[in-house]
T-cell receptor, first 111, second 112 residues
């Protein structure tokens, strides 16, 4: 039982490049989330998927897109990376209104 | 705008003492409350959840909830150096909200 897994763990991009962050969970949770964490800003919700087939914007969705591929997998795409997107990205999963469980994170640097 | 406020710290306590971490929230309709621990460079780890007024104990940790005053607290008894971390308070708002709002965290340092 791996819980929530994320790939890659680290990534360096140049401004304008694109990439997809992958997230998978094996806890059979319905809901999945993407957060970014920046110093002094705390955890901020980018997008979430309350259940398979649905996605909704969170607090900071600009510059990102998501895909809920199936119940297990939820990906985050940066179409044209900007230095302001340098951050640590966490994926999480939960049952609705219950505790969220986090993956190990992806540390992204955009030059 | 739903808000969750925490004192950023750092909060320093000697080993063996009780550490008290506090959190206030703005949405009176909030239903579920959580405490996460985050070590430097790691992901948040759930340590306590509380849903009704009063105290909930789990080992050395006690969560306290007072919905009338809109605060939730975490007490860590017999603090250990391994408890040194940032503690995040998180709140689900009322029914229909799938979003968990996090405070910015309180950094705890336990001095041997």
């Amino acid at each position: 039982n791996a819980g929530v897994t994320q790939t890659p763990k680290f990534q360096v991009l140049k401004t304008g490049q694109s990439m997809t962050l992958q997230c998978a969970q094996d806890m059979n949770h319905n809901s999945m989330y993407w957060y970014r964490q920046d110093p002094g800003m705390g955890l901020r919700l980018i997008y979430y998927s309350a259940s398979e087939g649905t996605t909704d914007k969170g607090e900071v969705p600009n510059g990102y897109n998501v895909s809920r591929l199936n119940k297990r997998e939820f990906s985050l795409r940066l179409e044209s990376a900007a230095p302001s997107q340098t951050s640590v990205y966490f994926c999480a999963s939960s049952e609705i209104y219950n505790e969220q469980f986090f993956g190990p994170g992806t540390r992204l640097t955009v030059l | 705008q739903k808000e969750v406020e925490q004192n950023s710290g750092p909060l320093s306590v000697p080993e063996g003492a009780i550490a008290s971490l506090n959190c206030t929230y703005s949405d009176r309709g909030s239903q579920s409350f959580f405490w996460y621990r985050q070590y430097s460079g790691k992901s948040p780890e759930l340590i306590m959840s509380i849903y009704s007024n009063g105290d909930k104990e789990d080992g050395r940790f006690t969560a306290q909830l007072n919905k009338a005053s809109q605060y939730v607290s975490l007490l860590i008894r017999d603090s250990q150096p391994s408890d040194s971390a940032t503690y995040l308070c998180a709140v689900y708002s009322g029914a229909g909200s799938y979003q968990l709002t996090f405070g910015k965290g309180t950094k705890l340092s336990v001095i041997p």
